[in-house]
């Protein structure tokens, strides 16, 4: 069975920095897309940061230039850098893979539990 467990939420003052880290676990062939996305109160989830499986990467504007997304495809694990964090930044921040379980033929979608960054003003 394929699990992903983050680390690394907390509190933090404005403009300071977190790392948010999702390892993906269990029988595991290959993994595609990895992403980042975010729940604020009385928010739309939004989709903040992806990383292709050759490494390519795309933003929100939201966090454009302020936060980094990369990847270690040998731990199946995805990292989120946030520098210059905001108070609007505070949400629970959601992992997501696109990953084939070993035995399969198919891609399916796996979230991890969430974790909650509090950015204080």
């Known amino acids: 069975q394929v699990q992903l467990v983050e680390s690394g939420g907390g509190l933090v003052q404005a403009a300071g920095s977190l790392r948010l880290s999702c390892a993906a676990s269990?029988?595991?062939?290959?993994?595609?897309?990895m992403d980042w996305d975010r729940r604020a109160p009385v928010k739309q989830r939004e989709l903040i940061a992806a990383i292709a499986g050759g490494g390519g990467t795309d933003y929100a504007s939201s966090v454009q230039g302020r936060f980094t997304i990369s990847r270690d495809n040998a731990k199946n694990t995805v990292y989120l850098q946030m520098n210059s964090l905001k108070p609007e930044d505070t949400a629970v921040y959601y992992c997501?893979?696109?990953?084939?379980?070993?035995?399969?033929?198919?891609?399916?979608?796996?979230w991890g539990q969430g974790t909650q960054v509090t950015v204080s003003s």
């Open positions: 269990g029988s595991i062939f290959s993994v595609n897309t």
């Open positions: 997501h893979a696109a990953l084939r379980p070993s035995g399969t033929t198919y891609y399916t979608n796996h």
